[in-house]
C-alpha cells in the first residue's frame, strides 16, 4: 500500500549532526502521523519524536532541544534533524507513518514501517 523509504543515516562524532529523511511511495494516500524511532543493540524500540498532520510535535525527553521533526506534505516526506548528537544516539532510525489509502471507498486505514537507517555517533 504506502511504502516508506529512508535516508540520510551515518557515521558521525559527537557533537555533530545528522539529517535523517522519510519518503512515502504508494497510490493516492494522506499521512496523518509520522513518527521516528529508534532502536540500540539490545534495548526495546522506543519513539523518538512524531509530528500529526496538524502540526503538533511530540519529542522523547532525551531528544529535546536536540531533534526537530518536520514533514512535508506536498513532498510525501518528513525530516529528523539531529544536533548536537550523543554516543547515546547511536541506533537503528525508523520512520514510521499512518494515515489513509484513498484509491479506495471508504479509504483504507495503512500503518508502515521504514526499512531503517544506521546512524552512529563516535566519541
Known amino acids: 500500500q504506502v511504502q516508506l523509504v529512508e535516508s540520510g543515516g551515518g557515521l558521525v562524532q559527537a557533537g555533530g549532526s545528522l539529517r535523517l529523511s522519510c519518503t512515502a511511495f504508494?497510490?493516492?494516500?494522506?499521512?496523518?502521523?509520522m513518527g521516528w524511532y529508534r532502536q540500540a543493540p539490545g534495548k526495546q524500540r522506543e519513539l523518538v519524536a512524531d509530528i500529526t498532520s496538524g502540526g503538533s510535535t511530540n519529542y522523547a525527553d532525551s531528544v529535546k532541544g536536540r531533534f526537530t521533526i518536520s514533514r512535508d506534505d506536498a513532498k510525501h516526506t518528513g525530516h529528523l534533524q539531529m544536533n548536537s548528537l550523543k554516543p547515546e544516539d547511536t541506533a537503528v532510525y525508523y520512520c514510521n507513518a499512518d494515515g489513509d489509502v484513498l484509491s479506495y471507498w471508504p479509504p483504507r486505514r495503512f500503518q508502515s514501517w521504514g526499512q531503517g537507517t544506521q546512524v552512529t555517533v563516535s566519541s
Open positions: 504508494g497510490s493516492r494516500f494522506s499521512i496523518n502521523r
